[in-house]
């Protein structure tokens, strides 16, 4: 009996040991606050999406992030996960949504109240270590 007890309390030993150095390994990179405001043709973007996607050709690495964009504006918080370095962003755009009317429309007419895409567009930055906050892209419709 007192070898078994050895066991299991050697066996429980190791078993906190090794926990403890896992958990003492390097925690996750902290990401930085991003924003600025995005337009097309001299006008904001009602709304879309970023992507940024981490630039491998130029030594950068991480996962891709999604950020939103409202009313010509977007902002990323340390916890999206956006590191410092260079990015491709990808841009998705749309226009401003015309109010619909109350009540039936026909349906050859609901065209005129779906959103209007102004295109895709792409860039390449980089991000500096402490983040920036006052990007701003500003594209012409048709040139990419």
């Not at 962003?89 to 959103?115: N, S, T």
């Not at 990007?135 to 012409?140: I, N, W």
């Amino acid at each position: 009996m007192t070898n078994l007890f050895r066991h299991y309390k050697l066996n429980s030993i190791l078993l906190v040991c090794c926990s403890a150095l896992l958990g003492c390994g390097p925690s996750s990179p902290v990401g930085v606050n991003v924003g600025g405001t995005v337009s097309v043709n001299g006008q904001p973007s009602s709304y879309g999406s970023i992507n940024f996607a981490p630039d491998i050709d130029q030594g950068n690495s991480g996962p891709t992030v999604t950020v939103m964009i409202a009313e010509g504006k977007f902002s990323a918080d340390p916890s999206q996960g956006i590191l410092p370095g260079q990015y491709k962003l990808g841009f998705d755009l749309y226009g401003p949504v015309a109010q619909m009317p109350e009540g039936e429309i026909a349906w050859e007419d609901r065209v005129k109240y779906e959103p209007k895409h102004l295109g895709n567009f792409e860039q390449t930055i980089e991000i500096p270590a402490d983040g920036k906050t006052d990007f701003v892209f500003e594209f012409t419709k048709g040139r990419r």
